[in-house]
């Protein structure tokens, strides 16, 4: 091969080496530098959750949320191009605070590849309070849940059969003294005060409940009068009146309440020659049950 010739290969050669490392360089720009900047947030709602998201891009790593409020900046880094509400809670943002938000992707490679900041929006921190989780205790006395953080109060409803009760609580347990045995569905969901912070998600599960009357506290007979006066805490829409060994079923009655009491008083004048008169709470149905002695009235 002549001079001429072997200057002309090697000048090939040279100018094929620089274009396969510029090309190099190149892909490697395109793949580490994309020049696309996430799309405008996106506040998405569930009608339980409040999602903030963004588009997503393969060629990044990760997804950088900066949130302003005035001089506080908060930035959070996530693997996922969706940040939840204990994301944000977890990061010290506020419900009723007003931010400017935007997104950055992040490169795998290096900081000099991330891309550019997405338009910024502004949101009012908003967010549901969470479900109130609640059992039954083993003794079948209360229903109870784990307090809401956030919430002021709470609404349980206990619908059965036969009765239908609503009440509106502070605390988060409830006794079920206060109410008459059935078999219900019940549903208990949180509120709270503030505008921003909307109501959880409602629970609900079925209990059958029986409730058991207690004995008369006392039982007094008016032999003047003929009346039988029977004092209890408990609301009764029977009773039954033991008069000489007989046990008659009474529905008619004078009710009063004295404090947190019930006194019946039941008009006898029908019977004659009472020699011993004692009452006690009827079994009203399967699941409103008295299983204890007939208090007796002393002469």
């Not at 094929?16 to 998405?44: D, H, K, R, W």
């Not at 900041?117 to 079948?140: F, R």
């Not at 009764?236 to 060994?245: A, F, H, K, W």
């Amino acid at each position: 091969m002549s001079d001429k010739s072997k200057r002309l290969t090697i000048i090939i050669l040279l100018i094929v080496t620089v274009a396969i490392m510029i090309s190099g360089l190149v892909t490697a720009f395109i793949f580490n530098y994309n020049t696309s900047s996430p799309a405008e947030i996106l506040i998405m709602d569930d009608g339980q959750k409040i999602y903030i998201t963004t588009s997503m891009n393969d060629n990044y790593s990760s997804y950088r949320f900066t949130f302003k409020n005035g001089e506080e900046e908060v930035i959070i880094d996530s693997k996922s191009n969706v940040l939840t509400q204990q994301d944000l809670l977890e990061n010290n943002l506020y419900y009723g605070k007003t931010y400017t938000i935007t997104c950055q992707y992040i490169s795998a490679y290096n900081q000099g590849s991330s891309s550019e900041k997405s338009e910024e929006i502004s949101w009012t921190m908003q967010g549901y309070l969470d479900i109130p989780q609640a059992y039954v205790t083993q003794d079948q006395t209360q229903i109870v849940w784990q307090e809401v953080e956030y919430a002021d109060y709470y609404i349980i409803h206990l619908n059965g059969d036969t009765y239908d009760y609503s009440f509106r609580l502070t605390e988060n347990s409830f006794d079920l003294s206060q109410v008459r045995g059935d078999n219900f569905h019940i549903s208990i969901t949180a509120f709270c005060n503030s505008a921003n912070i909307f109501t959880s998600p409602t629970f609900e599960t079925h209990f059958q409940y029986y409730n058991y009357f207690s004995p008369f506290e006392s039982v007094r007979y008016d032999v003047a009068t003929k009346t039988l006066f029977c004092q209890s805490e408990d609301r009764l829409d029977q009773i039954n009146v033991e008069i000489n060994g007989v046990l008659y079923n009474q529905s008619e009655f004078l009710l009063t309440e004295d404090g947190d009491n019930f006194i019946y008083s039941i008009d006898l004048k029908i019977f004659t020659g009472i020699f011993s008169v004692g009452a006690s709470p009827c079994n009203e149905d399967q699941y409103n049950l008295y299983t204890g002695e007939v208090v007796y009235a002393n002469f």
